[in-house]
């Protein structure tokens, strides 16, 4: 089986996104990059390098429905004359192309992000909108776990992993043991889980940390040789990476439950505290990144929590 990456460029900080081309009967890409010309450009570009052209293209499946990996599934889907569309079921607001932003903007009023802040975040779900466009529900089908995806010479099998958001996929060749994972596994930096409903229940919070790390040891269990990553280069030593993942979530863990001061903070609190320079969409991620953490501590009973005014406050036990 090849699996032939097409780095295409976007215009967040993370920068350019990996997709990959599984070059045999039935085609198929995996992720597509943001909706914007220079990315549509690389991509006809990779696929002409490999000899394929966008109607080769019969299956393109979204590791997550971040715009940098599915802005561009529509457009490619309708080019390639209704090739098939896969995405995992819980990838909800996502999906369809626009965040769900009164459930999200519940979640920022209890993670006690100000009004003012929540109004500039959602010029930012706005903006990032543009990045995308939405799938309806008859135009694409599920991705559910341990389901095989056959391509002329083998499978890809799909592994759900859950935390960097709710409906993440990684998608595993058992013949060599090579996974692709998107952004469950990134060489350079930590993935951040992304604040989200839960899928489930969109009253409640999903909760990506715990999740997330459940997600890694069953990536781990599969003793990968080669994960191809949503951003970066391949990882080849993915044991190395799961510890130095662990360390740096317990280190972050530390220090998130030092910053919550006995009388007590909201995880916007903790979040200018962890990131006093971050603007725009990063104040988004620094709230992403708190919210992850404090719930895990609750959930380990290192953080108490309570409800006043409509804004959770945690404190230390
Ligand atoms: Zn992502
Ligand atoms: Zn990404």
């Known amino acids: ?128 909108r543009t990045y995308a466009d939405a799938l309806e529900d008859d135009e694409h089908s599920e991705l559910k776990d341990e389901m095989e995806l056959e391509f002329a010479t083998g499978a890809l099998r799909v592994v759900h992993t859950p935390g960097h958001t709710p409906g993440s996929c990684s998608f595993f060749r058992e013949a060599d043991r090579t996974i692709i994972a998107g952004d469950c596994v990134l060489k350079r930096i930590t993935p951040n889980p992304i604040l989200s409903p839960d899928p489930v229940d969109p ?38 990476l799961f510890h130095r993942y662990l360390r740096a979530v317990n280190e972050r863990q530390a220090e998130v439950i030092r910053l919550v001061p006995k009388t007590g903070a909201t995880a916007w609190d903790v979040a200018r505290e962890l990131f006093p320079g971050a603007g725009d969409v990063h104040r988004f991620l620094a709230v992403s990144e708190a919210v992850a953490h404090l719930d ?22």
């Open 1 to 128: 089986m090849r699996i032939i990456p097409i780095i295409v460029p976007t215009p967040f900080y993370v920068g350019p996104v990996n997709c990959y081309l599984i070059a045999e009967d039935p085609v198929t890409l995996i992720d597509t990059g943001p909706k914007t010309k220079e990315a549509v450009e690389a991509l006809r570009e990779g696929l002409r390098r490999a000899r394929f052209r966008v109607s080769d293209i019969r299956r393109i499946v979204l590791t997550h429905a971040h715009e940098d990996h599915c802005g561009l599934a529509h457009k490619l889907r309708d080019e390639a004359k209704d090739a098939e569309v896969l995405v995992h079921g819980w990838e909800t607001g996502h999906r369809v192309g626009r965040l769900e932003y009164e459930d999200h903007r519940q979640l920022l009023v209890r993670a006690g992000v100000p009004d003012e802040e929540i109004r500039a975040m959602r010029g930012m779900y706005e903006k990032l």
């Open 203 to 240: 009253t409640k919070r999903f909760h990506s940390l715990a999740e997330y790390l459940v997600s890694l040891a069953r990536l781990r269990s599969l003793s990968p040789t080669l994960v191809h990553g949503g951003h970066g280069d391949v990882v080849t030593d993915f044991e190395e």
């Open 296 to 317: 895990f501590a609750h959930s380990e009973g290192k953080l108490a929590v309570e409800i006043g005014d409509g804004r959770e406050v945690y404190r230390r036990q």
